[in-house]
């Protein structure tokens, strides 16, 4: 039996002053699915920033705990805790054999964040990562480029399409907002 943990659709969406992020909840371990409703996005800075994760759960907390305290020391400046952050996922022993991605956003950043040393603005607002993270990306761009339709709606879409697909992403969505002040 495949006892690796398969998981995890995450699609994000900035527009419009507003910043969308959508998680499904499944967690699959071999061909079974183990968990229908698990949370995999989540608030942290005192819920100024989201952050999303795709992968090992264990891993990806861990990741989130250690983000969230580059932020603390940055004093909430993205851009340098995003790089703080990357540089010590990429040298450090421990962290580096983490096996997550992360998508975190606040009212001016959307990035993808990995253990290779990647921090990635993705083109037209719209991130995406895990199992089933290229169907949702997909789906969202031709959404943000063709209708008029809000960030939230435009990730549950996205989300909708993804789990049709993907085996390892369910239809059990979480969602969440950010509004730019």
């Known amino acids: 039996m495949d006892t690796k943990l398969h ?3 995450i699609v994000a969406v900035k527009r419009n002053g507003k910043t969308a992020i959508a998680g499904d909840g499944q967690v699959t371990l071999g061909n079974t699915v183990f968990k229908t409703q698990a949370k995999k996005i989540r608030r942290i800075y005192g819920n100024k920033v989201m ?3 795709a992968g090992s759960v264990a891993d990806a907390q861990t990741l989130c705990d250690k983000f969230e ?3 603390r020391e940055s004093g909430g400046v993205m851009k340098r805790a995003v790089i703080e952050f990357a540089k010590e996922w990429r040298c450090d022993k421990v962290l580096r054999n983490l096996e997550a991605m992360m998508i975190v956003a606040n009212n001016e950043y959307l990035l993808i964040l990995s253990g290779n040393g990647e921090v990635l603005e993705p083109d037209e607002g719209i991130a995406a990562i895990g199992s089933g993270g290229m169907f949702a990306a997909s ?5 943000v480029r063709n209708t008029d339709l ?3 709606t435009i990730v549950k879409e996205a989300m909708k399409v993804a789990s049709d697909i993907c085996i390892y992403t369910n239809s059990n969505i979480i ?3 950010l509004e730019d002040n």
């Open 51 to 53: 952050v999303g994760f």
């Open 7 to 9: 998981a995890t659709t």
């Open 69 to 71: 305290g580059k932020l």
């Open 150 to 152: 809000d960030a939230l």
């Open 175 to 177: 969602t969440d907002v």
């Open 139 to 143: 789906a969202a761009k031709a959404l």
